[in-house]
């Protein structure tokens, strides 16, 4: 079974700042990939940044970056430079293990704060 | 360039109605997905399908639930005599493909909020 720990429920940062989201899995699986999504208060889910379990390298996407540590199975958010419109809940996911849907964490609530 | 499309985005339903939620997936995807997200929760995936076949409906509840994806027209998600349980958001997802390592990216729809009276 898979299971995806978002243990942040909630977090307030100033605007500017960097922000690292804290997500932790268990799979068995030697072959998964890892996922995050914003979602905003108006409900849609926006794919962010996607990390392949083979990846040597950690995923980049604009001012998202996936700080991916295998042996610890992390797979933490970092957001640089923050900005109000990150105001948003997000969602680490993964899929793998032989699974067709994505297993998500709970969620957390970032607050950017001017 | 459209993305995934759901509708209606708001549906009210009384108990005992029957909810029919459409989704349909981006240009040249032909996997869908359905995913439940109830209130401070994360999503739940529900079934998968491609066309006209169900591959994985593990999250499925066994009654009342019911999903389709027809050669033509969009992927519906059918919830017979709905109760208040089944408010919820429903959230449609598509791929192009299955991927290799079913590590296949999945973009969403805004969601159908479903409200049971």
């Known amino acids: ?114 | 360039n459209a993305g995934v499309m759901q509708n209606p985005r708001h549906l009210v339903r009384r108990r005992g109605q029957e909810a029919r939620l459409r989704c349909s997936p981006m240009k040249g995807h032909s996997h869908v997905y359905w995913y439940r997200q109830l209130p401070e929760e994360g999503l739940k995936f529900m079934v998968y399908l491609q066309k006209e076949n169900i591959i994985d409906e593990s999250g499925m509840p066994k009654e009342r639930f019911s999903a389709e994806f027809p050669k033509e027209g969009p992927s519906i998600l059918r919830i017979q005599q709905v109760v208040r349980g089944d408010s919820a958001a429903y959230f449609c997802a598509s791929s192009p493909s299955r991927g290799q390592l079913r590590v296949e990216k999945l973009f969403f729809g805004s969601g159908t909020q479903l409200s049971v009276l």
């Open chain 1, 1 to 114: 079974a898979q299971k995806i720990t978002q243990t942040q429920p909630g977090m307030f940062v100033q605007e500017k700042e960097a922000v690292t989201l804290d997500c932790t899995y268990d799979t068995s699986d030697p072959s998964y990939g890892l996922f995050w999504y914003k979602q905003p208060s108006s409900g849609e889910m926006i794919f962010l940044i996607y990390q392949g379990s083979y990846d040597q390298q950690n995923a980049t996407e604009g001012r998202y970056s996936l700080n991916f540590q295998k042996a610890r199975k992390s797979a933490n958010l970092v957001i640089s430079a923050s900005q109000l419109g990150d105001s948003a809940m997000y969602f680490c996911a993964m899929r793998g293990g032989g699974a067709d849907g994505l297993t998500f964490g709970k969620g957390t609530h970032l607050i950017i704060q001017p």
